[in-house]
Antibody, heavy 118, light 113 residues
Framework: QVQLQESGPGLVKPSETLSLTCTVS??????????WSWIRQPPGKGLEWIGY???????NYNPSLKSRVTISVDTSKNQFSLRLSSVTAADTAVYFC??????????WGQGTLVTVSS | DIVMIQSPDSLAVSLGERATINCKSS????????????LAWYQQKPGQPPKLLIY???TRESGVPDRFSGSGSGTDFTLTISSLQAEDVAVYYC?????????FGQGTNLEIK
C-alpha cells in the first residue's frame, strides 16, 4: 500500500520561502509509471494544483505560481519536495502531496497546514 | 485554463435517496485519439485528503461502492450516488486532467436531509 507523508514547518513568515517534503513508502518515486504532485487547499476553500515532477526531474508548474515554485525529487531518499518563495497570507493552506496515475490522483498524503504569518 | 463549474454548491438528500452532482468544463475534456474523457471525481471528508472515486469519467476506483457512478462526455458530467448512506456526507470535487494546469470544480457539499 502506497503511503505519502508531508513534513515541514507549519508557520512561515511573509516574504520567506515555504519548504515541504513528501516521503513516499510502499512505492518508489523512481517508478516511471507515475508523476508526483503538490496540491493545496486554503482553509474552507477548494483545491489548487501546484505542479508535478517526474523521477527524471522534469517538472510542470501551474502558471499562476510558476515564478515562485520549485519541485525537486530525491530518489535516494524516496522523497520529493516543494519550495514556494515570497509567500504571503494568500499562501496559507493545507498542502497535499499526491501520486498521479495517468494524470488523476490516486494516492494522497494526509496534508499539512502551513500558515503564513509574522 | 479549463474552468470546472459544479452544480449545485450544496445538496441535501434523504438517506436511501439518489444524489446527483453535475460538473461542466469550459472546453471538452474528451481526447479524440483514445475516446477517453479526462475527468475524475473525488470525495473529501472533514480533516481528510480527497479520495479518488471515479476516473476516465465513469471508471470506479477499486474499493469504491457501486452506488457511486459517473457519466457524461465532452463538457458535461454527472456523479450519481444511487442510495445515499450516512457515510457519504462529504464535499465532492470534479477534476479535469485533459491539460495542465489541472483544475478542480469548486466543490459540492452533500448533506443528509
Amino acid at each position: 500500500q502506497v503511503q505519502l507523508q508531508e513534513s515541514g514547518p507549519g508557520l512561515v513568515k511573509p516574504s520567506e520561502t515555504l519548504s515541504l517534503t513528501c516521503t513516499v513508502s510502499g512505492g518508489s518515486v523512481s517508478s516511471g509509471s507515475y508523476y508526483w504532485s503538490w496540491i493545496r487547499q486554503p482553509p474552507g476553500k477548494g483545491l489548487e494544483w501546484i505542479g508535478y515532477i517526474y523521477y527524471s526531474g522534469s517538472t510542470n508548474y501551474n502558471p499562476s505560481l510558476k515564478s515562485r515554485v520549485t519541485i525537486s525529487v530525491d530518489t535516494s531518499k524516496n522523497q520529493f519536495s516543494l519550495r514556494l518563495s515570497s509567500v504571503t497570507a494568500a499562501d496559507t493552506a493545507v498542502y497535499f502531496c499526491a501520486r498521479e496515475e495517468e494524470f488523476y490522483f490516486d494516492y494522497w498524503g494526509q496534508g499539512t497546514l502551513v500558515t503564513v504569518s509574522s | 485554463d479549463i474552468v470546472m463549474i459544479q452544480s449545485p454548491d450544496s445538496l441535501a438528500v434523504s438517506l436511501g435517496e439518489r444524489a446527483t452532482i453535475n460538473c461542466k468544463s469550459s472546453q471538452s475534456v474528451l481526447y479524440s485519439s483514445n475516446n477517453k474523457n479526462y475527468l475524475a471525481w473525488y470525495q473529501q471528508k472533514p480533516g481528510q485528503p480527497p479520495k479518488l472515486l471515479i476516473y476516465w469519467a465513469s471508471t470506479r476506483e477499486s474499493g469504491v461502492p457501486d452506488r457511486f457512478s459517473g457519466s457524461g462526455s465532452g463538457t458535461d458530467f454527472t456523479l450519481t450516488i444511487s442510495s445515499l448512506q450516512a457515510e457519504d456526507v462529504a464535499v465532492y470535487y470534479c477534476q479535469q486532467y485533459y491539460s495542465t494546469p489541472y483544475t478542480f470544480g469548486q466543490g459540492t457539499n452533500l448533506e443528509i436531509k
